[in-house]
């Protein structure tokens, strides 16, 4: 079901072109314009890319910001604008190697919220989940993104799922007590969304 044109999407932090950082939240305010791109590095695609660059100076005018979105893997991103295309994948990608910077590939992946989430609504008995909750899981997943050096994935590696998960998990048991859903708020939050998480321990079966 799409979303209405009044919804809020939460709040995220990435690193910009320029080595900086930039936040949703910033853009309040401003319109922002998503550019689909099927092949880069194509005439057309460039042309296009070009018009956008060219009339940036009048989208700025009207507080708008463009986004590139393209199907193409990262080494024909990274190759086509030098270095600076903001990449994040469904599928896992490995490293690429542009301009003498390693860049490692953000998987994007729903697996870095929706385990935290639920953890979180468990350790502390929320009775729903709301907007501010899931808000507050966005921002924590986006506070584990290192924005400033070279090369930095977008969002945090699959590899820590673990650490991501047990860190929204506490943003959200937070959120859920703030706007008072939490049946049993969290004394000893750090202990207690630990002691919750599944730990893959089997028994040892021995063949006689």
């Avoid at 009048?58 to 986004?67: D, G, H, I, N």
């Avoid at 893997?73 to 270095?83: F, I, M, V």
């Avoid at 997943?141 to 050096?149: D, I, S, T």
């Amino acid at each position: 079901m799409a979303e209405a044109a009044t919804s809020r999407a939460p709040d995220f932090t990435l690193k910009t072109t320029d080595g900086g950082a930039i936040s949703l939240s910033s853009l309040r305010g401003k319109k922002v314009v998503i550019f689909a791109f099927p092949r880069a590095g194509t005439p057309g695609c460039t042309a296009q890319a070009c018009g956008f660059r060219d009339a940036f100076p009048q989208l700025e005018t009207r507080s708008a910001v463009v986004l590139g979105i393209s199907p193409d893997k990262p080494a024909d991103l990274l190759k086509w604008t030098d270095g600076k295309a903001l990449i994040a994948t469904g599928s896992p990608f490995p490293p690429v190697d542009h301009g003498g910077v390693r860049h490692r590939i953000a998987q994007s992946n729903n697996a870095l919220i929706f385990p935290g989430l639920g953890l979180g609504v468990a350790a502390c008995g929320a009775r729903r989940i709301t907007e501010g909750m899931i808000a507050a899981a966005a921002q924590a997943l986006a506070g584990l993104v290192n924005a400033y050096r070279p090369g930095a994935p977008l969002l945090p590696l699959m590899n820590d799922l673990r650490m991501v998960s047990a860190t929204v998990a506490l943003a959200v048991a937070k959120a859920a007590a703030a706007e008072g859903v939490a049946e049993h708020p969290l004394e000893d939050p750090i202990q207690q969304v630990y002691s919750r998480m599944w730990r893959p321990r089997y028994p040892q079966i021995e063949l006689a």
